[in-house]
Structures are given as C-alpha cells and as structure tokens.
C-alpha cells in the first residue's frame, strides 16, 4: 500500500522566517509528487514534481524532489500570514488500477504569527 | 485549470438520511475524483468516476455506501447513504488535467455534519 508522511505535523512562526516542509513516500510505482495548499477546504495546487522535472519554484515558495532518498522539501522563504494553511503532499502511482490515483499525507499545519 | 462547483456547501443531517451532492465542472473531463476528509485527518480517496463505466472505490468503501453517477462528462454526484455522525466529513470532487497528468483540482468542497 502506497504511504505518504510529511513532518512537521505542525510549526509555528513569525512573519519573515523561512520554513521546510518535509514528505516522504513509499510507492510501488512512483510517477509524480504533488504539493498542495489548504486553508479553508479545498487544496489548491502548488508543484508537481517528477523525474524529469526534480525542481520547481514559484515566488517564495520552491520545491525539491529527492528520488534517491524517496522525499521532497517545500521551503517559503519570508513567510507571510497568508501562508498560514495546511500544506499537502501527495503522490501518483503509475500502476495498473492505481492509475490517476493520489494519496496523501496527513498534512503539515504552518501557522505564521505576524 | 477547470472551474470546478459543488452543491451543497454544507449541510447537518439526521442519523440514518442520505444526502447527495453534486460536481460540476466547467469543462468536458474524463475522470472525477470523491475524496473524503475526516475532521483532523488528512484527504482519503473514495473512488474514482469515469464517464460511461461504473465508478472504481478504493479499499474501504463501498457503493452501496457512496454510490457515484457520472451521467456526462461534465457532472457527478456522490451519495452518502443511511449516515452516521461518522460520517461527517468534507467531502471533495476533483478532476484531473487531462490523461496522463496527475495534477488534479479540487472543487471547494461539501462540510456534512451528521447528528
């Protein structure tokens, strides 16, 4: 069963710090890894990571694929109170009737304090 | 990326009922999505809704549980049937980019409060 596990559960800081999210994952058959924001209920879409494409950023917000060690970083650099939310990995399984399935970790709570 | 709505936003249910909601989104796709997430926890998959074939569940759930129609390729619905407060819980659809992309957008989700 693919298993996905971010760290920290949680983190609290002030406005201006930088942050790294962790996710690592256990799949059978690995095809991308996702990053996804959550403040109220809907996630909306960060990066998607993949073999071919192992880093992506976007204003201060970047995103790093480590396929040897099976885990990415999210890092936000000046953070804001806007980042606030809950940041989501999830990964893509390859495989058969897996196919277009995402499974998610449990999620990190980032609170930023002004 | 597809402007995805859902009905109702929120509702509270009695123990026992059923409550459907609907997905509708402003482009053709082929596959929809119905995730479940359970206060504190993170997004479960329910199954997976292609247009034209029975819906796909995941381990865990089951379709006289959650039965799903995806009556074109622009619209489904997921039941929740005879409710328990254990089901309470936002319920998502999403749909993907496109065949053989993996980004998927959610729409703004259904909060179910069942009594």
């Known amino acids: 069963e693919d298993k996905v596990v971010q760290s920290p559960l949680s983190l609290v800081v002030h406005e201006g710090d930088t942050v790294t999210l962790n996710c690592s994952y256990e799949v059978t058959n690995f095809r991308s890894l996702l990053w996804y924001k959550q403040e109220k209920k809907a996630p909306t879409f960060l990066f998607m990571l993949?073999?071919?494409?192992i880093e992506k950023k976007s204003g201060r917000l970047s995103s790093i694929l480590d396929k040897k060690e099976l885990s990415s970083i999210l890092n936000i650099t000046a953070t804001q109170t806007g980042d606030s939310a809950i940041y989501l990995c999830a990964v893509a399984n390859a495989g058969g009737t897996s196919y277009g399935k995402l499974t998610f970790g449990q999620g990190t709570i980032l609170t930023v304090h002004p | 990326s597809a402007v995805i709505s859902q009905k109702p936003s929120r509702d509270i249910c009695q123990r026992g009922t059923s409550l459907t909601i609907q997905c509708q989104v402003d482009s053709q796709v082929t596959m929809m999505f119905w995730y479940r997430q359970q206060p504190g926890q993170s997004l479960t998959l329910i199954a997976t809704a292609n247009q034209g074939s029975e819906a796909t569940y995941e381990s865990g759930f089951v379709i006289d549980k959650f039965p799903i129609s995806r009556p074109n390729l622009t619209f489904s619905t997921l039941t929740v049937s005879n409710m328990s407060p254990e089901d309470s819980s936002i319920y998502l659809c999403?749909?993907?980019?496109?065949?053989?992309?993996?980004?998927?957008?959610f729409g703004p989700g259904t909060r179910l409060t069942v009594l």
């Open positions: 999403s749909v993907d980019e496109g065949v053989g992309t993996d980004t998927q957008y």
């Open positions: 993949t073999s071919s494409g």
